[in-house]
């Protein structure tokens, strides 16, 4: 049955689009596209209710945030039918991501309090003065999001912004937007201040106008081409912009790790959400001695998957059309360079249907290990020692999630992948923990959701400085004694260089335990 979102505050637009369920290319749904002015009018609109919101105290926004929460838990069939219907991600997976949705709405809401509490710090030299730090609302924040977790990935900026007291416009994608006007009408329902969270439905243009429109902040989640764009587009107004982009997920298997284990968990790591996810394992670099053992239990693991659209598939459609053509190009260089498909290839291709695949005697030059393929691909690499897996894992400008599988020396393992966040015996894990900070480097973007990062990446910081002990001298005036030059020398001497309060302050700092 086709939803005609007629509650969208919105008469005109520049159009209208239709949704499609990928797996049978039925229309699902039509909505409008916003154009600049209906934007410019959403974002007007949430303006005047940040004036409202932002003046809230955390323990009055927490009630209404929990009232979205229960909202929104309370009709959860409702939403993982729509990410299914509209992603086409198996139910389970939709149920499971409305449930790490709530989980991050969950842990903001409850958490912000104290991470955005006020601090005072220590006044260093100035002394006499208290210095505080503290979190304001930056007022009004746009979130624009993709259609692989149309759920859990706009709500990962929204819950730490919301929560921090700003007010949210919200672009879903164009593949998606259904799942993005329920999150906007439940909010609606829930929130007794209008127009706290709204969604403003539409494609590239619709982003387009919202990234250059008068909001204080930008979160993106989409793709590295998307977000240079973003960026381009927040310059004019110089608006902060955190950017959550694509990654090309390096999984380290070192020669003494669990090797059953390890391949269980990427071939989940691989294949979830049909490769899908901004941290699928894209690559796999297995210790030599391991590596035969690995591919027979990745073999055997991905053999047993189901793909389809019934409720008995593990690996659903591909949700954009375009990625088929991607996927497939990549599996065409693979092997015209030499690769080997051990499962699946791109021969059963079947539209949006690609079979979970698996490949051996990958190069780091095939597109397959550099640019990010998002489908259910598993490529997997021999590598003769931990040094070459980390040097060639290391070697891409993407920089989002990582895993390693060892048993010794398994934390300098992942310390020493360049990556936003590694999981060690497990697989991207770090993204569902809603304490955690999520968010990459190079290519994948910066900034931070999620966790107390994610509370203050959506907080103005405001430092504040104020007397409480009038002293004889001051910093702060012209009027300085005659020997104001020797004073500052000696203070200079004493402090960093050696002098007495320089020693104290090594003395107390070897005694604090670290
Ligand atoms: P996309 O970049 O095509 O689109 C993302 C959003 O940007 C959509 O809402 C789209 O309408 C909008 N948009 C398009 N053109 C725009 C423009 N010129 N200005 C402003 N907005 C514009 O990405 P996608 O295909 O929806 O999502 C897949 C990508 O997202 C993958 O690369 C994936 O890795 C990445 N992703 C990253 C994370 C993360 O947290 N790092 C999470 C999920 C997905």
């Known amino acids: 049955m086709a939803v005609a979102h007629t509650d969208l505050r919105v008469e005109t637009g520049i159009g209208t689009l239709e949704t499609r369920s990928p797996a049978t290319g039925e229309v699902i749904g039509t909505v409008p596209i916003f154009g600049e002015k209906e934007v410019a009018a959403a974002v007007a609109r949430a303006r005047d209710a940040a004036a409202q919101w932002g003046a809230l105290s ?8 929990i009232a979205w929460r229960r909202e929104l838990a309370r009709r959860a069939d409702e939403l993982a039918e729509l990410i299914h219907r509209e992603n086409g991600k198996p139910r389970t997976d939709a149920m499971a991501e409305v449930m790490v949705a709530l989980a991050v709405l969950h842990h903001a809401t409850e958490r912000a309090a104290r991470a955005l509490r006020t601090r005072t710090v220590s006044p260093g030299l100035m002394f006499g003065q208290r210095a505080r730090i503290s979190y304001h609302p930056f007022g009004v924040v746009a979130v624009i999001g993709p259609w692989n977790y149309p759920a859990f990935t ?8 919301l929560a921090a007291g700003n007010t949210v416009v919200f672009k879903p994608s164009e593949l998606t937007p259904l799942v993005g006007c329920f999150l906007a009408e439940t909010a609606a329902a829930a929130i007794p201040i209008a127009d706290v969270f709204q969604a403003v439905t539409g494609d590239g243009r619709t982003g387009q106008a919202l990234a250059r429109a008068a909001v204080d902040k930008i979160a993106f989640t989409g793709s590295t081409t998307t977000g240079r764009k973003v960026m381009q587009a927040a310059a004019e107004r110089i608006t902060p912009v955190v950017l959550e982009l694509g990654g090309k997920d390096p999984l380290i298997v070192a020669p ?9 968990a990427a071939v989940w790591g691989a294949l979830t959400n049909a490769g899908q996810a901004c941290v699928s394992i894209e690559r796999v670099y297995v210790a030599s001695e391991l590596h035969d053992r690995f591919v027979d239990v990745v073999v055997r693991e991905v053999r047993k998957l189901r793909t389809g659209a019934g409720d008995d598939a593990q690996i659903g459609p591909i949700t954009r059309p375009e990625q088929v053509g991607v996927i497939r190009e990549h599996l065409e260089d693979a092997l015209k360079k030499g690769a080997r498909v051990l499962v699946g290839g791109p021969d059963g291709i079947d539209g949006a249907f690609v079979p979970p695949t698996v490949l051996v005697g990958v190069t780091d030059e095939m597109k397959i290990m550099r640019e990010e393929t998002f489908g259910p691909v598993l490529p997997i690499l021999r590598v003769e020692s931990v040094d ?5 894992s290391n070697a891409t400008a993407f920089g989002l999630g990582s895993a390693v599988f060892a048993r010794e020396g398994a934390r300098q393992i992942a310390d020493r992948l360049r990556a936003g966040a590694t999981a060690i015996n497990s697989v991207l894990t770090y993204a569902f923990i809603p304490s955690l900070p999520f968010g990459g480097v190079g290519d994948s973007g910066f900034g931070r959701v999620h966790g107390d990062e994610g509370l203050r990446e959506f907080s103005r910081v405001k430092a504040t400085t104020e007397e409480w002990l009038r002293l004889p001298f001051s910093a702060t005036t012209f009027k300085v004694p005659a020997n104001a030059y020797a004073q500052l ?3 200079v001497q004493q402090v960093f260089g050696g002098g007495v309060v320089d020693r104290v302050r090594g003395a107390l700092a070897r005694l604090t335990p670290r």
Do not use: N, Y
């Open 58 to 65: 955390h323990a009055e926004r927490r009630v209404h945030l």
């Open 154 to 161: 706009p709500m990962g900026s929204s819950a730490s912004a």
């Open 256 to 264: 003494d790790a669990d090797v059953d284990r390890a391949a269980e």
């Open 388 to 392: 070459e897996a980390l040097r060639r």
């Open 489 to 491: 020398r000696g203070l």
